[in-house]
């Protein structure tokens, strides 16, 4: 927690205030977070009055972020960035008014390995590309996206909304970006870093279990990102029959459920 607090310190960006919310932490979390908020007065802590679910913690976050700044940020206590993260950040949402996330190159960290990820070019203009008949190959984005920069006027509803619909746990965060980048409302920043530290076992905590829970998910991360249509230019009935094999297919990509695989496991046929 320490390492991730100081990464935001020593931002060049300077202008900042940041929250630690203590959601009744039994470690030794408010302990560090008090102590530093001592020593620099941009942070504050904040403790929940009951201990909320992860779901419920990070709305009120997102909503405390929108009545309270003009851009915000998310942060678990263990992630980092490179230290032009928010200038860089905030100095794209500045020149493009018409976005609302701004979104960082992600390294991925595991043990002495790191993995750099950027987005899919074929994501970019995305609505345009559906109302010229042409589904993306893909909707290939980093999850830490949802750790970018946000504009708090709309950005911020579509994060909480996103997250408060999703039933699932696993897999909540690429569902919530889908929309921004679905509606053309996400930018890439290249030059900014998001670094996040793997090994919290989400996956083997979270991931669905059996074979109807595993495609209850699938269903409904694709149901749910293929009603963003609603949202963009109309699109002939065609399309909508691509995209959404397109989503169901990313799906797959996104829970890493092999649905055919856990069958064909399940009656003893592969092993």
Known sequence: MLESLECIANQDYRDL?????????????????????????????????KHLSAVENFIFCMKFGEANSDYFCLR?????????FLSSLVEALN?????????????????????VLRPDPC?????????????????????????????????AEILYRRWSEYPHAWCVASYVVAEFVMRD??????KAEFVFVEGS????????????????????????????????????LQTK???FR????????KTRYDLEDHFLKAVKIRK
Do not use: M
Not at 18 to 25: M, R
């Open 185 to 190: 409302l996400a930018i890439w920043v290249e």
């Open 241 to 243: 029959f691509k995209l």
């Open 76 to 84: 678990a206590c263990d992630d980092l960035s490179s230290s032009n």
């Open 201 to 236: 076992g989400s996956f083997e905590k979270y991931g669905a279990k059996t074979f109807f829970a595993k495609l209850q998910q699938r269903l409904n991360y694709s149901l749910g990102c293929f009603r963003v249509i609603r949202k963009l230019p109309p699109i002939n």
């Open 17 to 49: 205030r940041a929250i630690i919310v203590d959601n009744q932490s039994t470690d030794a979390t408010a302990e560090i977070a008090r102590s530093f908020c001592e020593k620099d007065p941009r942070f504050e802590i904040l403790t929940q009055d």
């Open 123 to 155: 994501i970019l203009e995305y609505p345009t590309s559906l109302t010229n008949g042409n589904v993306p190959r893909s909707l290939a984005y980093p999850s830490e996206w949802c750790y970018g920069l946000v504009r708090a006027n709309g950005g």
């Open 246 to 253: 397109r989503l169901w297919r990313d799906s797959r990509i």
């Open 95 to 115: 020149n493009h008014p018409d976005k609302l996330l701004a979104a960082p190159t992600v390294k991925r960290r595991k043990g002495d390995e790191t993995r």
